[in-house]
């Protein structure tokens, strides 16, 4: 069992950066595969970064590639999501998500993921 929380959302202008945090608490975050998923109004949420127990191996979205990078802290318990060159359309509310998994898998669906943080909301003005 882990329980996740989001940081670090909020409001910037295209062009900028941000870096979402995510804190897990509850059991040893390294035991765990991470994911980053985004929902804007209207859509489906959607995957935006995965990284693997050990941080091994990452996935990225066609849209942020270059742009995002996926990080973790296993001895902190922590997951990141650094975003640069934010645009507009980066616009959503952005969840971590959590997998007990002791693989190389990066998962990208969210009915893979098993635990969810309450979300963190990334407005991008142009």
């Known amino acids: 069992q882990v329980q996740l929380v989001e940081s670090g959302g909020g409001l910037v202008q295209a062009g900028g950066s941000l870096r979402l945090s995510c804190a897990a608490s509850g059991r040893t975050f390294g035991n765990y595969a991470m994911g980053w998923f985004r929902q804007a109004p209207g859509k489906e949420r959607e995957f935006v970064a995965g990284?693997?127990?050990?941080?091994?191996?990452?996935r990225y979205a066609d849209s942020v590639k270059g742009r995002f990078t996926i990080s973790r802290d296993n001895a902190k318990n922590a997951g990141y999501l650094q975003m640069n060159s934010l645009k507009p359309e980066d616009t959503a509310i952005y969840y971590c998500a959590a997998v007990r998994d002791y693989t190389t898998v990066v998962f990208t669906a969210p009915l893979n993921y098993d635990y969810w943080g309450q979300g963190t909301q990334v407005t991008v003005s142009s």
């Open positions: 990284i693997n127990w050990s941080g091994i191996n990452t």
